[in-house]
Nanobody, 115 residues
Framework: QVQLVESGGGLVQVGGSLRLSCVAS????????MGWYRQVPGKQRELVAA???????NYADSVKGRFTISRDNAKNTVYLQMNSLKPEDTAVYYC?????????WGKGTLVTVSS
């Protein structure tokens, strides 16, 4: 059974930083590409950052230079370091991977950036 458990969200002021973590189980983590998505009410879930099993990364234009995705295969964990946060970064952040070609999601962690 695939499980993705996010943590690290919270309330932060504009310009602040947060680090999100996602612990995965039920998969061979080191072989899996992982991603972070976010969603605000009334909008589609959007890709924020992704990392391949080999460590290659890609980012949404809106977060390039501010967010960094990384992984620790020994801990089955993917991270999202978020710096210089803006009010428009406020969202629920979800961890994602694919298992037998199906998207698997965590329950999400809420990030609120106050101005």
């Amino acid at each position: 059974q695939v499980q993705l458990v996010e943590s690290g969200g919270g309330l932060v002021q504009v310009g602040g930083s947060l680090r999100l973590s996602c612990v995965a189980s039920g998969i061979i983590f080191r072989l899996k590409p992982m991603g972070w998505y976010r969603q605000v009410p009334g909008k589609q879930r959007e890709l924020v950052a992704a990392i391949t099993s080999g460590g290659s990364t890609n980012y949404a234009d809106s977060v390039k230079g501010r967010f960094t995705i990384s992984r620790d295969n020994a801990k089955n964990t993917v991270y999202l370091q978020m710096n210089s946060l803006k009010p428009e970064d406020t969202a629920v952040y979800y961890c994602n991977t694919k298992y037998y070609d199906m998207d698997r999601w965590g329950k999400g962690t809420l990030v609120t950036v106050s101005s």
